[in-house]
């Protein structure tokens, strides 16, 4: 018979490295028609880092997203990145290219201040114009503004700037220290269906709530969790490389090797916890490995919510579900007084 | 022209008003009308402010085409395929690799051996792994040697003319026996355990005593690969001048480049390293695996070379995630209150350390879970096993220690009878709460994610 459990779980995740450097440097120059190019030398590797990268340059500069181009990845020509690392993207590079981005912005306001009859400090970039602050029927188009700062004045709006989040060293002793610049938290509630009689379990929801500072982009935060949770699902029930006597892998295939596919995926509903950092770019800390942390744990938790048995050596397959069942009602008739 | 600006005639932009974006990209492969393709929220790449909208990226419509270029969609005039082959034993002693008869098959051009490699060792922390292993095996995914030839099914077949004879060693598989003295030594003739970490924090002892009840527990996890959908690629192209460029599937090129110095003894000014569309990292493309390879054969034929991973070689021979086993004492107050924590951890490191110092830290100063917790003692061992190396994977050693501080959570609360979302919020952190290594914390949101969770839920307490 099916048994309904739920479980709870809750994580903490620092963002970038222990304690070590780990610096980005970023490269933006704005165009003369007012678009700009961003230059890092991180990596997509499928979580959409570059479309965030470009957003936090578009935002800095008064720009759209579809306005920034990114290049990535050359070592040849890009700047030195950590990479695509200990969830750092957002936070470090993001932090690298908004400075790099203000920079730029530098050299476009002391180009606007003249045309525009004011101060620099008076001036800030916004819908694709610089304009007075407070008084924004005075402005001017930022491809106005690049245009004549790269022709007339010989002076192109192109920045570069490097960031690396600050830690404090940890005591060999004690390990007291600041190992981290940030951190966010997260937690995941999961309900499953248990067959008692087979072990075998189903994952039906999962209700997800997690933090991330800004969402920089809200879609791309939730297709993260998605991702994650899909990791901890198969971290939970299914994935494991068995390895005989002798330290051969015996399923190093995926015919043995079990993962979860679309249709062992629950529901999943994303909340974006609403939080700020002032430290990282625009407020946001970042999402990426964090999605995966509290899955298995809700996940084994809701076992022990539905059967009354709590499996301590992951995955929980079938077989050792079952087996658990068995032990307890083992256990429960012992207790019958005779 | 806005009338405040001061701009003189000839200084006007003399671009004309761009075409659309439609206009601009190339048209679809498959018909538009049928298949709705376009962006679910056409606008929000047009939008300013740019920060928080929900943009679509530019490089989906090129994978849900299926035009974005892979390694393995890339091809050079003159490319040659490399294969690697492995060992399949999980600890020994190269007695004799015999290439010769590999060497003689028709087309293939180039065999390289570990011997040959300048610098046969690399790592992020400790540089103890060789590109391809000379003299001792350390598991059985090792690669003994590399083979370039015209077509992939020439270098697989030169693999089998290959003929390596070893002396069997003692293989340690089990990390908690590879910790005894008296163990065979993955790295001999340096002890197993490669790296500690340990945190203390007020007086568990005394945190014990306090406490009304005590919970102890053990937990442990399994090894698991990243399985991304593309495997481990890269390109080789090392040119007539002694420049070498990498096309790699690879998530760090910076690291990769230094790497890459240090195996071939070639300047940093001399390589490119170029990492085109990764399809899937997870943790597991942080390094360098057979590029160094790729680039000598590459040197030995003077034609680009290029080597794709199998799924097998993705499971046996390239990063995992570390199995932990994890013991837990915890006290209490009756009512739920956690005084004390006591850890202790064993990483199964694999056969060589990658990314596990990083894991282990990671895993260590997290152990306690965001919990205010006055009296903590954390104690956190990597040890060398004659396995798979374990390295940075999704979380780094997080969600094996959050299974276990959440699972020994809810016996905790259900042994006091405290609903499991009460005994959270009991227990976790403030904004301002000290963190195991004395950190104060700032943007603490862990108690709002319980109960944006719960609500979502729909979580009742249960009498």
């Known amino acids: ?338 | 022209m806005n009338e405040h600006s001061r701009i003189l005639e000839h200084e006007k932009l003399n671009i004309a008003e761009p075409l659309s974006d439609a206009d601009l990209r190339l048209p679809a492969m498959v018909p538009r009308e049928p298949f709705p393709i376009e962006t679910l929220t056409p606008d929000a790449r047009q939008q300013t402010r740019a920060v928080g909208q929900r943009a679509t990226r530019p490089d989906g419509r090129l994978h849900g085409l299926g035009q974005t270029k892979y390694i393995d969609d890339l091809s050079f005039p003159g490319m040659l395929y490399a294969r690697i082959k492995r060992a399949g034993i999980a600890s020994a002693r190269i007695k004799r690799i015999d290439t010769s008869a590999a060497e003689a098959m028709p087309g293939v051009m180039a065999v390289l051996t570990g011997k040959e490699i300048p610098t046969n060792t690399f790592g992020p922390t400790f540089q103890d792994q060789p590109v391809l292993v000379d003299e001792v095996v350390f598991h059985a995914g090792d690669g003994v040697a590399a083979v370039a030839a015209v077509t992939e099914q020439i270098a697989n077949e030169a693999l089998d003319k290959i003929v390596v004879e070893y002396e069997p060693l003692p293989a340690v598989l089990d990390p908690v026996a590879a910790m005894r003295e008296d163990s065979p030594k993955v790295h001999a003739p340096d002890s197993n355990i490669y790296a500690t970490k340990v945190i203390r924090k007020g007086d568990v002892e005394k945190g014990f005593a306090e406490s009304d009840r005590i919970f102890e527990a053990r937990f442990s996890t399994q090894m698991i690969e990243h399985v991304s959908l593309e495997p481990h690629a890269a390109i080789a192209d090392w040119d007539a001048n002694g420049r070498l460029t990498i096309y790699a599937t690879i998530g760090r090129i910076t690291l990769a480049r230094s790497d890459m110095a240090r195996t071939l003894k070639m300047p940093m000014s001399r390589i490119r390293i170029v990492a085109t569309i990764v399809g899937g990292n997870f943790g597991g493309k942080n390094e360098i695996t057979q590029e160094p390879a790729l680039a000598l054969l590459s040197k030995k034929t003077g034609r680009p070379v290029k080597g794709v991973f199998t799924r097998g070689e993705e499971f046996t021979s390239t990063t995992t995630r570390h199995p932990i086993i994890m013991d837990y004492k915890t006290g209490v107050t009756n009512k739920g209150r956690i005084l004390a924590r006591q850890i202790r951890l064993v990483l199964d490191g694999g056969a060589y350390c990658s990314w596990s110092s990083t894991t282990l830290g990671k895993a260590c100063i997290l152990s306690p879970g965001p919990y205010k917790i006055d009296n903590v003692l954390a104690e956190a061992f990597v040890v060398y096993t004659n396995k798979t190396m374990t390295g940075a994977m999704r979380g780094f050693g997080a969600p094996q220690v959050c299974f276990a501080y959440e699972s020994h959570m809810d016996d905790i609360a259900k042994a006091l009878g405290i609903d499991p979302l009460e005994i959270r919020l009991l227990n976790a952190f403030d904004e301002g709460s000290s963190s195991p290594t004395g950190q104060v914390l700032h943007s603490v949101v862990v108690k709002e994610t319980l109960r944006k969770a719960a609500d979502r839920f729909g979580w009742e307490p249960r009498s």
């Open chain 1, 1 to 338: 018979m099916k048994q309904r459990g739920r479980g709870i779980a809750c994580m903490w995740y620092p963002i970038g490295f222990t304690v070590d450097a780990n610096p980005s440097a970023a490269t933006v120059k704005v165009n003369e028609d007012g678009t700009a190019t961003v230059l890092t030398g991180t990596v997509e590797t499928g979580q959409g880092s570059l479309t965030v990268l470009g957003q936090i340059a578009a935002e800095a500069l008064g720009i759209a997203t579809d306005d920034v181009h990114v290049v990535s990845a050359d070592t040849d020509t890009t700047p030195m990145d950590t990479g695509a690392i200990a969830s750092r993207t957002t936070y470090v590079t993001g932090n690298a290219i908004w400075l790099a981005a203000e920079a730029a912005k530098a050299i476009l306001f002391e180009t606007a201040a003249p045309m525009l009859g004011v101060k620099v400090s008076q001036l800030e970039a916004k819908d694709r114009k610089i304009q007075v602050k407070n008084y924004p029927q005075r402005n001017v188009s930022i491809a106005q503004v690049a245009h004549r700062s790269q022709v007339v004045l010989g002076q192109p709006a192109i920045g570069s700037a490097s960031w690396n989040p600050p830690t404090v060293a940890m005591d060999p002793e004690t390990g007291q220290g600041k190992p981290f610049a940030t951190y966010v938290y997260a937690t995941q509630i999961a309900e499953v269906d248990v067959d008692d009689e087979t072990g075998e379990v189903e994952i039906l929801r999962i209700a997800a709530a997690h933090d991330c500072g800004t969402a920089i982009n809200p879609m791309l935060v939730e297709g993260q969790v998605e991702g994650g949770i899909s990791m901890g699902v198969g971290m939970a029930l299914q994935e494991e490389m068995l390895f005989d006597a002798n330290g051969r892998h015996i399923n190093p295939n995926l015919t043995n090797y079990i993962m979860p596919t679309s249709l062992d995926m629950p529901e999943i509903t994303v909340d974006i916890v609403q939080g700020y950092d002032p430290t990282g770019p625009f407020g946001a800390k970042g999402v990426g490995e964090p999605t995966a942390v509290p899955t298995a744990a809700a996940v084994l938790n809701a076992i022990h919510d539905a059967v009354g048995v709590r499996v301590t050596s992951l995955p929980a397959t079938a077989e050792k579900v079952l087996a658990a069942i068995k032990a307890k009602r083992a256990t429960e008739q012992k207790q019958i007084p005779a």
